[in-house]
C-alpha cells in the first residue's frame, strides 16, 4: 500500500465524470436500460479484479456512480495502491438497478484505465527495487485525462515529472535548435524566470554534456544514450546536478539503468502505453 497517497478532490474529478457521460449517454440516455429494466428494480452487484495488479480510481468509480444516483449504497472493499488478485471485490453497490447499469462502463473505464497505469508503474518500481533512482511520468498523457494518470502513476509508487508546461524549464532538442545553441537557450532561461524555478536540460551525448556543465542546470536529462555513455555522464555530472534518464526505458532494462547511480527515469510509456486492467461488473442479487 503507498503512502501518503491523496485522493483526488471531486471539484477536478466530477468535470472529467460529466463529459464521459455527456459522451456515453448522448441525447437519450440509455435507452437499453430504460427499455428492459423496470424504473424501481433494485439490485446488488460487486466491481472485481479479474486478475493481479495495484487498483486505482476507486473514488472515481464512486462518483460516477453517485452522479447518476447519489441514492445507492456504496461500500469500498478496497483502498488505492493495493495489490489485488484475480476475483477480489474492490466495490460493493447497492440501489437502484436503472442507476447502476447506465453508470457501469463509465465507472469500469476510469478504473480499469487508472489501475493499468498503477500496475505498470509498480512493476517498473519492483524492478528498481532498493536502488535510489525514482520511477516518474512525463507530459505523455490522455488529452483531458492528465490529472487521474498522473495520480495513478502515484498509486502504483511511482513519482510525477511535470503535471504542465507551466512548472519548471525543460529545455529540450528544438528548444536548443531554435535558441541557437544549448548556452544561449540555458542563459535565457536564466535572465527570465523567477528565482524558484528549476532548470532541466536535454542531451543527447557527452559533446552536450560539458556544454550544459559550464553553464550550470539544476537537472540534465540524458536521452537515449548507451549505459556506457550514461556511466562516463555520471562520472562527469559528479554531483553538480540531478541525474535523469529518459528515452526506451523498459521493464527489462530498467534495473540496468538504476544500479549505474541515475537518480531518475521518466517514462512515457507509464501512461501512454500501459495495458487496461481488467476489472468487472457481476450481479449479487
Do not use: W
Request: hydrophobic content about 40%; aromatic content about 2%.
Amino acid at each position: 500500500m503507498i503512502k501518503n497517497l491523496t485522493p483526488l478532490p471531486n471539484i477536478i474529478i466530477e468535470p472529467l465524470i460529466r463529459r464521459a457521460f455527456e459522451e456515453d449517454l448522448g441525447r437519450g440516455g440509455d435507452i437499453t436500460t430504460d427499455n428492459v429494466i423496470p424504473i424501481d428494480k433494485k439490485s446488488t452487484v460487486e466491481i472485481t479484479a479479474r486478475g493481479e495488479g495495484i487498483v486505482a480510481g476507486i473514488s472515481v468509480a464512486e462518483l460516477s456512480f453517485k452522479l447518476i444516483d447519489p441514492n445507492l449504497k456504496i461500500t469500498q472493499l478496497k483502498t488505492d495502491g493495493v495489490e489485488v488478485k484475480q476475483g477480489d471485490v474492490i466495490i460493493k453497490i447497492e440501489g437502484n438497478s436503472r442507476a447502476i447499469l447506465t453508470a457501469e462502463r463509465t465507472a469500469l473505464n476510469f478504473l480499469g484505465r487508472m489501475s493499468g497505469i498503477a500496475t505498470l508503474t509498480n512493476k517498473m518500481v519492483k524492478e528498481v527495487g532498493n536502488y535510489k533512482m525514482k520511477v516518474s511520468s512525463t507530459r505523455k498523457t490522455t488529452p483531458g485525462m492528465r490529472a487521474l494518470e498522473k495520480y495513478a502513476v502515484k498509486a502504483g509508487g511511482g513519482f510525477n515529472h511535470r503535471l504542465g508546461l507551466d512548472v519548471g524549464v525543460m529545455i529540450k532538442d528544438n528548444h536548443i535548435a531554435i535558441a541557437g545553441s544549448i548556452t544561449k537557450a540555458i542563459r535565457s532561461a536564466k535572465e527570465n524566470i523567477g528565482h524558484m524555478v528549476k532548470i532541466e536540460c536535454e542531451v543527447d551525448n557527452l559533446e552536450q554534456l560539458k556544454e550544459v556543465l559550464e553553464e550550470g542546470v539544476d537537472i540534465i536529462m540524458l536521452d537515449n544514450m548507451s549505459i556506457k555513455d550514461m556511466t562516463t555522464a555520471i562520472e562527469m555530472i559528479d554531483g553538480r546536478a540531478t541525474v535523469e534518464a529518459s528515452g526506451n526505458i523498459t521493464l527489462e532494462r530498467i534495473a540496468e539503468i538504476a544500479a549505474i547511480g541515475i537518480d531518475l527515469v521518466s517514462v512515457g510509456a507509464l501512461t501512454h502505453s500501459a495495458p487496461n486492467f481488467d476489472i468487472g461488473l457481476d450481479f449479487v442479487a
